[in-house]
Protein backbone atom coordinates (compact mmCIF):
# COMPACT_ATOMS: atom_id res chain seq x y z
CA UNK A 1 0.00 0.00 0.00
CA UNK A 2 1.33 3.36 -1.05
CA UNK A 3 1.63 6.03 2.37
CA UNK A 4 2.52 9.32 1.92
CA UNK A 5 3.91 11.05 4.93
CA UNK A 6 5.20 14.02 6.48
CA UNK A 7 6.32 16.04 9.65
CA UNK A 8 7.87 19.07 10.71
CA UNK A 9 11.07 19.02 13.13
CA UNK A 10 9.37 17.67 15.71
CA UNK A 11 7.72 15.16 14.15
CA UNK A 12 11.39 13.88 12.03
CA UNK A 13 11.83 11.25 14.82
CA UNK A 14 8.53 9.89 15.09
CA UNK A 15 8.11 9.56 11.37
CA UNK A 16 11.86 7.92 10.89
CA UNK A 17 10.90 5.26 13.69
CA UNK A 18 7.32 4.44 11.80
CA UNK A 19 8.92 4.34 8.43
CA UNK A 20 11.19 2.07 9.69
CA UNK A 21 8.87 -0.19 11.66
CA UNK A 22 6.27 -0.42 8.92
CA UNK A 23 8.30 -1.05 6.05
CA UNK A 24 7.41 -4.45 4.90
CA UNK A 25 3.90 -2.81 4.88
CA UNK A 26 4.13 0.12 3.20
CA UNK A 27 5.50 2.31 0.72
CA UNK A 28 6.46 5.70 1.83
CA UNK A 29 6.50 9.02 -0.56
CA UNK A 30 7.94 11.19 2.21
CA UNK A 31 6.98 14.92 1.92
CA UNK A 32 9.91 15.51 4.20
CA UNK A 33 11.05 17.42 6.51
CA UNK A 34 14.65 15.52 6.84
CA UNK A 35 16.29 16.14 10.05
CA UNK A 36 15.51 17.69 13.22
CA UNK A 37 16.12 21.25 11.97
CA UNK A 38 13.21 23.86 12.93
CA UNK A 39 11.05 24.12 9.66
CA UNK A 40 7.60 25.54 9.44
CA UNK A 41 4.60 22.78 9.55
CA UNK A 42 2.39 24.20 6.83
CA UNK A 43 5.34 23.78 3.93
CA UNK A 44 4.93 20.10 4.86
CA UNK A 45 1.35 19.75 5.25
CA UNK A 46 0.00 21.68 2.60
CA UNK A 47 2.06 19.40 -0.11
CA UNK A 48 0.89 16.50 1.30
CA UNK A 49 -2.36 17.11 1.91
CA UNK A 50 -2.66 18.47 -1.74
CA UNK A 51 -1.49 15.29 -2.63
CA UNK A 52 -4.39 12.98 -0.96
CA UNK A 53 -7.03 15.60 -1.85
CA UNK A 54 -5.84 14.88 -6.00
CA UNK A 55 -6.06 10.73 -5.02
CA UNK A 56 -9.21 9.34 -3.47
CA UNK A 57 -7.96 6.61 -2.45
CA UNK A 58 -4.98 7.62 -0.81
CA UNK A 59 -3.87 7.32 3.06
CA UNK A 60 -1.49 9.39 4.96
CA UNK A 61 0.08 10.28 8.30
CA UNK A 62 1.15 14.19 9.94
CA UNK A 63 3.19 14.42 12.70
CA UNK A 64 3.91 17.69 14.52
CA UNK A 65 4.64 18.43 18.11
CA UNK A 66 0.23 18.65 18.78
CA UNK A 67 -0.62 17.51 15.68
CA UNK A 68 -2.81 20.23 15.40
CA UNK A 69 -0.60 22.43 13.84
CA UNK A 70 -0.68 19.97 10.51
CA UNK A 71 -4.45 18.83 11.56
CA UNK A 72 -5.55 22.20 11.03
CA UNK A 73 -3.49 23.06 7.87
CA UNK A 74 -4.63 19.50 6.48
CA UNK A 75 -8.34 20.44 6.94
CA UNK A 76 -7.92 23.28 4.80
CA UNK A 77 -8.17 21.28 1.89
CA UNK A 78 -11.14 20.06 0.69
CA UNK A 79 -11.75 16.15 0.08
CA UNK A 80 -9.05 15.78 3.76
CA UNK A 81 -9.95 14.42 6.44
CA UNK A 82 -6.85 14.49 9.06
CA UNK A 83 -7.77 13.05 12.68
CA UNK A 84 -5.73 13.53 15.42
CA UNK A 85 -5.67 10.74 17.05
CA UNK A 86 -3.74 9.50 20.42
CA UNK A 87 -4.99 5.99 20.95
CA UNK A 88 -5.73 3.43 18.91
CA UNK A 89 -9.31 3.01 20.04
CA UNK A 90 -9.48 7.33 18.50
CA UNK A 91 -7.95 5.63 15.50
CA UNK A 92 -10.91 3.32 14.49
CA UNK A 93 -13.01 5.79 15.58
CA UNK A 94 -11.86 8.16 13.02
CA UNK A 95 -11.74 5.37 10.23
CA UNK A 96 -15.14 3.81 11.15
CA UNK A 97 -17.32 7.00 11.52
CA UNK A 98 -15.28 10.08 9.49
CA UNK A 99 -13.43 7.97 6.69
CA UNK A 100 -10.70 9.96 7.79
CA UNK A 101 -7.73 9.94 5.01
CA UNK A 102 -4.84 11.25 7.57
CA UNK A 103 -4.03 10.20 10.61
CA UNK A 104 -2.58 12.66 12.39
CA UNK A 105 0.12 12.13 15.73
CA UNK A 106 1.15 14.46 18.09
CA UNK A 107 4.80 13.11 18.69
CA UNK A 108 5.48 15.32 21.62
CA UNK A 109 2.85 13.70 23.67
CA UNK A 110 2.83 10.09 22.42
CA UNK A 111 4.94 7.20 23.05
CA UNK A 112 6.26 5.58 19.86
CA UNK A 113 4.94 2.12 21.16
CA UNK A 114 1.37 3.85 21.24
CA UNK A 115 1.85 5.39 17.71
CA UNK A 116 2.45 2.08 16.05
CA UNK A 117 -0.40 0.83 17.37
CA UNK A 118 -2.94 3.84 16.24
CA UNK A 119 -1.11 3.69 12.77
CA UNK A 120 -1.44 -0.19 12.95
CA UNK A 121 -5.15 0.50 13.95
CA UNK A 122 -5.94 3.19 11.41
CA UNK A 123 -4.78 1.16 8.40
CA UNK A 124 -6.72 -1.93 9.34
CA UNK A 125 -9.83 -0.20 9.92
CA UNK A 126 -12.74 0.32 7.75
CA UNK A 127 -15.36 3.08 6.97
CA UNK A 128 -18.74 2.26 8.08
CA UNK A 129 -20.30 4.08 5.68
CA UNK A 130 -24.40 4.12 6.71
CA UNK A 131 -25.88 6.62 8.76
CA UNK A 132 -22.06 8.41 8.61
CA UNK A 133 -21.73 8.53 5.01
CA UNK A 134 -24.35 10.90 4.88
CA UNK A 135 -22.46 13.01 7.29
CA UNK A 136 -19.37 12.69 6.08
CA UNK A 137 -20.78 13.59 2.73
CA UNK A 138 -22.28 17.35 4.77
CA UNK A 139 -18.14 18.22 5.44
CA UNK A 140 -17.01 19.74 2.68
CA UNK A 141 -18.19 23.21 2.21
CA UNK A 142 -18.42 23.19 -1.81
C1 LIG B 1 6.95 23.19 16.81
O1 LIG B 1 7.66 23.70 17.90
C2 LIG B 1 5.49 23.01 17.15
O2 LIG B 1 4.88 24.24 17.32
C3 LIG B 1 4.79 22.19 16.09
O3 LIG B 1 5.42 20.97 15.96
C4 LIG B 1 3.34 21.87 16.33
O4 LIG B 1 3.14 21.34 17.60
C5 LIG B 1 2.39 22.94 16.01
O5 LIG B 1 1.17 22.76 16.08
Known amino acids: MKVYIASDHAGFELKKAIKEHFT ?3 EWTDFGTDSSESVDYPDYAHPLAEAVAADND ?32 IAALARQHNNANVVVLPARFISQEDAFAVVETFFSTDFEGGRHARRVEKINLH
Open 24 to 26: NQF
Open 58 to 89: SRAILICGTGNGVAITANKHADVRAALCWNKE
